[in-house]
């Protein structure tokens, strides 16, 4: 995949989601928008780049070897 950020929508409301993607290394980057029909659902946008998410990725590995 040529991807550059992996992002979460997540409801603002859904702390496990969030907790989740915080310990997958992703941050907030503010308020988002789905497209419709969910135009109005409250999202919070959590990313990391393409970088961080392999360098976290192999960093678990190691952890596991």
């Not at 997958?24 to 419709?36: C, F, I, N, Q, V």
Request: net charge positive.
């Amino acid at each position: 995949l040529d991807w550059s950020d992996v992002i979460h929508s997540i409801d603002p409301d859904n702390a496990a989601s969030i907790r989740l993607a915080e310990r997958l290394g992703a941050r907030y980057r503010g308020p988002g928008r789905l497209p419709e029909p969910f135009a109005e659902a409250k999202i919070g946008i959590w990313a990391q780049s393409r970088a961080q998410w392999f360098a976290r990725r192999r960093a678990h590995d190691l952890e596991i070897a």
